[in-house]
């Protein structure tokens, strides 16, 4: 077992070197560019086995089943704040519910989505659902953790359809972007915003069944940790409720969503949806059953610690993540967190209007944005160590999501500094200059 875990740990230190080389250079090395090929063809090949090897009960396949439904029924009838979404690069031909505004600055008409953000009522009525249901004796509070094999592989199976419609969906679509290669195209994604009727799916995808599903498997486990020790530990509440916030954060500024990287830019495939509904709830939820097994207690000192690294990288995720949304619906004002804001206009960079940037969007150069050019990403990270503290220092598995956090956002970061090269071109390399660090503040 250790030594199969050290071999895993010397694969994910090639993997973050490339990462690493590919930030640092600009440009990724080339075998990096093959191994990356492998990483993608090792997560397809391990869901398909997993779809081979793991049962699918009926239970199961019901619990999926009315979930989802649930789920879709809320997304489409739940009343919600609409927000009008960022200008969109072309009109699509495939969707019905598309808005056009004159751009003040260019007198141009421009196509926007608009979302409905009505997560927040989804996410409070489940729960209560999941806790009614479970003190009325409906069900066990354990009924995740009970049929967990088989319901990671009814949402694998499901995951790997979808996608397969997806896929099928894109290649009749007039705004199919293609890459002109099949098995890139599945993995990929053809559609930036597929629609049906008035779901927009990578949004709904992004954060319904998967997040509220990941707090959901949380809750579960530690409720089989209650029925063995007859109570729950510190370290398992932790991971519970440090998961809790954050979901529970993301759908509180649901409409953040709209101007991330996700959103914008994204298309739809495998990659995103699989992670969307088995990656993330399945996954994340890794020290919740390392706690299962080894349970443990620590000193009050060591908790208090753990919940202040978890209070600062929220601070850096929340409030730069928030800058960033705020400054692009308002550019004059520079809030700092949920709501505050200094009296005053921040330092900004204007980008000339090209035909890839036909707005001239200012970049925010100040605030946590003046400090390095992915502050957000430190935020996660620091997140991701939170998260891990609780099971102490014991294995890397337990600090699984933070290495893959870490290659996860190196290999964003490379393909958004491209994208933005590309978009703003020499105004980057000024915006480049203006924040030179990249990740950590005077060090990356
Ligand atoms: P960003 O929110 O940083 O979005 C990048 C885009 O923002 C760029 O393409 C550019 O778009 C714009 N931008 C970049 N710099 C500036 C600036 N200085 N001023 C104005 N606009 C700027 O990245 P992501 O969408 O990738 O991530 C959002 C959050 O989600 C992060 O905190 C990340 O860690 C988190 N995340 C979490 C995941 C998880 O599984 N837990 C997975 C992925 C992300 P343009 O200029 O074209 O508008």
């Known amino acids: 077992m250790k030594t199969g875990i050290d071999a895993a740990a010397v694969v994910v230190a090639t993997v973050l070197l490339g990462l690493f080389l590919r930030v640092k250079q600009g440009s990724p090395p080339s075998w990096y560019l093959v191994l990356e090929k492998l990483i993608g063809i090792g997560f397809v090949g391990s869901a398909l086995v997993t779809a081979l090897i793991l049962p699918l009960s009926a239970t199961a396949g019901k619990i999926w089943f009315l979930y989802y439904t649930l789920q879709v029924a809320l ?69 995740i953790y009970d049929n967990f094999a088989s319901l990671l592989n009814w949402v694998n199976v499901f995951s790997f359809t979808c996608s397969l419609l997806l896929y099928i969906k894109g290649l009749f679509s007039p705004d199919r972007i293609t890459r002109n290669n099949p098995i890139e195209d599945f993995w990929y994604g053809t559609e930036l915003n597929p629609h049906t009727w008035i779901i927009d799916w990578k949004f709904f995808s992004e954060s319904r069944p998967g997040l509220i599903g990941w707090v959901l498997v949380n809750f579960s486990i530690a409720a089989a940790q209650y029925k063995q020790l007859g109570y729950i ?37 495998w990659m ?65 967190f949920w709501g505050c804001h200094v009296n005053k206009a921040p330092k900004t960079l204007q980008t000339t209007v090209t035909e890839k940037n036909p707005r001239g969007t200012k970049l925010l150069i100040d605030g946590w944005w003046g400090m390095a050019r992915h502050i957000n990403y430190l935020g996660d990270l620091i997140l991701a160590i939170s998260w891990g503290m609780p099971c102490a220092f014991e294995t890397y598995i337990t600090y699984g999501y933070f290495f893959f956090m870490l290659g996860l956002l190196l290999h964003r970061f490379a393909r958004d500094d491209a994208k933005c090269a590309e978009k703003y071109g020499k105004d980057w390399d000024s915006y480049c200059k203006a924040v030179p660090y990249k990740l950590i503040p005077f060090v990356f």
């Open 75 to 143: 997304y489409a009838f739940l009343p919600g704040k609409s927000y009008d979404g960022l200008a969109l690069a072309k009109k699509p031909e495939a969707i019905s519910c598309v808005y056009d505004r004159k751009n003040e600055k260019t007198g141009k008409v421009e196509y926007f989505l608009k979302y409905r953000c009505n997560g927040l009522l989804a996410f409070v009525i489940i729960l209560a659902t999941y806790f009614i249901g479970g003190y009325v004796g409906l069900f066990e509070y354990t009924l």
């Open 233 to 269: 530990t510190t370290p398992m509440l932790l991971v519970s409720i440090f998961h809790f916030i954050y979901v529970f954060d993301y759908f509180w500024v649901e409409s953040y969503i709209y101007s991330t990287w996700d959103i914008t830019d994204e298309r739809f495939g």
């Open 272 to 336: 995103l949806l699989w992670g969307d509904y088995v990656w993330v709830p399945f996954y994340y939820t890794i020290q919740s059953w390392y706690l299962l097994y080894l349970p443990r207690d620590y000193h009050w000192s060591y908790n208090a610690l753990n919940i202040a690294v978890f209070f600062f990288g929220y601070l850096l995720f929340r409030g730069a993540n928030g800058q960033k949304h705020n400054f692009k619906e308002n550019p004059n004002k520079l809030w700092w």
